[in-house]
C-alpha cells in the first residue's frame, strides 16, 4: 500500500511539472515528462509493484536467485574449462575413441602474377605506359 502511494505521488508531481512546461511553450519537453510520470501508475495499475514488494522482501525469492546466479557461474566455468581443453566436443569425443579426421591442407600460395620478374628489364618500376594505351584505347 506504502509503493502504491509513494508511485501515485511521484506520478501526480510528475504531471504537475509537465502541465507547467507546457505553460512555458516548451510542449515536447512537457509530452516526455508526462510521459515519464504516467510509468509509476501504469506499473502500479498492473501490479508490477505489488509483485515486486513482494520478491523484494521474500527470502525464498532471492535464494531462488541466488539458486539461479550459481548455475550460471557453473555453467560458464564448465564452458570455460571445456573450450581451454580440447576445444570443441566433436574433438574431444574422437579423441578419447582414438582417432582424427584428417585435416585440411593449407593451399601452397601461388606466385604473384604481376611480380618483378615479369617486368622487362629495360622499363623503370613506375613507367605508365600501358595505362597511357589503355586510356587511348578507350578516348580518354
Given at each position: 500500500m506504502l509503493a502504491e502511494t509513494i508511485c501515485s505521488a511521484v506520478s501526480a508531481a510528475g504531471l504537475g511539472i509537465a502541465a507547467i512546461t507546457a505553460y512555458r511553450k516548451r510542449f515536447l519537453a512537457a509530452t516526455r515528462v508526462a510521459a515519464y510520470a504516467l510509468v509509476p501508475v501504469g506499473l502500479v495499475m498492473t501490479g508490477a509493484v505489488e509483485w515486486l514488494?513482494?520478491?523484494?522482501?521474500?527470502?525464498?525469492?532471492?535464494?531462488?536467485?541466488g539458486v539461479l546466479g550459481l548455475a550460471w557461474v557453473l555453467f560458464m566455468t564448465t564452458r570455460a574449462v571445456e573450450r581451454r581443453r580440447s576445444g570443441t566436443r566433436k574433438e574431444a569425443s574422437q579423441a578419447r575413441q582414438g582417432h582424427q579426421e584428417p585435416r585440411a591442407v593449407e593451399p601452397t600460395?601461388?606466385?604473384?602474377?604481376?611480380?618483378?620478374?615479369?617486368?622487362p628489364k629495360g622499363r623503370p618500376a613506375d613507367d605508365f605506359s600501358d595505362i597511357e594505351a589503355i586510356l587511348k584505347k578507350h578516348g580518354i
Open positions: 514488494a513482494e520478491t523484494a522482501f521474500s527470502p525464498v525469492a532471492w535464494a531462488g536467485f600460395a601461388s606466385a604473384p602474377s604481376l611480380g618483378a620478374g615479369d617486368r
